[in-house]
């Protein structure tokens, strides 16, 4: 129980120590000066979005600021260590807005030791669980540092399902881990929303996850983004690329930019050359272009499932074309690739000139373009064409062919 008379005399005794009034004290922390009168009367508490605030300007901790006195007495604490338990509860309280979800399959919310999912499907005869984790790679450090927080849990999860749709696979439901060495509010609500919004418009639900601080481990400000993903498709139907057969075509979906590969070189180019960061390219600044959330495809592809359309698929990240394509390609058959019809975005253009990069190396670290591959029956090409255009570009770049090396690249990108 909170004695506020006690919690009061705290406030004022630390103020006074610091040599402020109770208008300077306010004016630090954006609120009147009455408000500061009456937390020192004990007739008010502060609220749970200024304790934080008030305890940096103190120079203390939330907990002693709610017991009313400093801790040094009493031995050693979790808050003494870098964690402060009633901050992080009130943490809590601002991600469980963003756990809210309309999904009936969703069980119980924030609280519960783990997440319960209805995976009951009357639909699917036999049903089976695809499952995928993954992080942003170092994209993540660039977000932080320019501002881009919410927009690199959209590239975390627009990455994660992407992975697991590749299969025909429904996305179902997420758990998110966030690691830092601090727990700056702010943030976290931030990146929980982030996370919240990226599932809905994946059409899947975040259930909970994880929020670890680590403050002898992780910097502050600092953090760490993982998430993993289930998903849900009939036996039957998963696409695995056995079904793609001599003749069938090989269709590129368009990227928008880097998505989330490829930022170790970029960050290497940006350190040799800091001034491209601002460098305009058909009207955006570089980091503008490279910082493009990662382009989801779930919506674009999703009314092709359930049908034989789809012989194969594959989400072009590290390792590019060859990298990700050869994982669906069965043995005995070759994806001819016409690397002169693929489009490479001026982004790409502007990396590879700036930094030297030979074609190889760029084909290695980039999608160049292509964000996403779709195989398919060449009797199949005009309607599956129409369909992913109503969303993305999609174009033809190679056919399938017998051979014994899964992907064979054919001439040459044109950069011009």
């Known amino acids: 129980m909170l004695d506020g008379i006690k919690v009061g005399n705290f406030i004022m005794d630390k103020r006074k ?15 009147s000066f009455q408000a500061v009168s009456k937390w020192e009367n004990g007739t008010t508490y502060p609220n749970i979005e200024i304790l934080q605030d008030l305890a940096t300007v103190l120079d203390v901790s939330v907990d002693e600021i709610l017991a009313g006195s400093e801790r040094d007495t009493e031995g050693l604490s ?26 009936g399959r969703v069980l119980n919310g924030l609280g519960p030791f783990a997440s319960l999912y209805d995976i009951h499907f009357p639909e699917i005869k036999n049903p089976v669980l695809v499952l995928k984790s993954e992080e942003p790679g170092s994209k993540q450090k660039l977000a932080m540092e320019y501002g881009y927080t919410e927009s690199i849990c ?13 299969m025909g696979a429904k996305p179902l439901a997420v758990l998110d881990t966030i690691v830092c060495g601090n727990a700056e509010k702010d943030t976290i609500t931030t990146l929980v929303k982030g996370v919240s919004e990226a599932c809905k418009e994946n059409e899947c639900s975040l259930v909970g996850g994880e929020t670890s601080i680590q403050p002898s481990v992780v910097e502050p400000g600092v953090y760490v983004l993982t998430s993993s993903i289930a998903g849900i498709v009939e036996k039957t139907r998963v696409i695995d690329g056995s079904a793609i057969e001599e003749g069938d075509v090989v269709l590129a979906i368009a990227s928008n930019g880097l998505h989330t590969n490829g930022y170790s070189l970029v960050r290497l180019l940006m350190d ?24 989801p495809y779930y919506k674009a592809i999703k009314g092709l499932f359930g049908s034989d359309i789809v012989h194969g698929m594959a989400h072009i990240t590290g390792g590019g074309i060859e990298g990700n394509l050869c994982r669906v390609i069965p043995g005995g058959l070759s994806a001819g690739i016409d690397l002169s019809k693929i489009k490479p975005l001026p982004i790409f253009k502007y990396i590879r000139n700036s930094g ?22 060449r009797k199949d090409l005009a309607f599956v064409r129409k369909h992913i255009g109503q969303f993305h570009e999609c174009y033809e770049i190679g056919q399938i062919e017998k051979g014994e090396n899964r992907v064979v690249f054919e001439k040459r990108i044109n950069w011009l």
């Open 78 to 103: 979790y808050s003494k260590a870098g964690v402060d338990i009633a901050y992080t509860d009130t943490i809590k309280k601002e991600m469980a807005k963003h756990l809210e979800t309309g999904d």
């Open 356 to 377: 030297n990069v030979s074609d190889d190396e760029m084909l290695r670290t980039f999608n160049c373009g292509v964000g996403f591959i779709l195989v398919v029956s």
């Open 154 to 166: 959209h590239d975390m999860i627009n990455h994660l399902v992407n992975d697991i749709v590749v």
């Open 272 to 295: 040799k050359m800091p001034q491209i960061k601002l460098d305009k390219i058909e009207g955006l600044t570089f980091i503008e272009h490279i910082m493009k959330p990662h382009t």
């Open 17 to 31: 120590a610091l040599a402020l009034t109770q208008q300077q004290l306010a004016d630090k922390l954006h609120v």
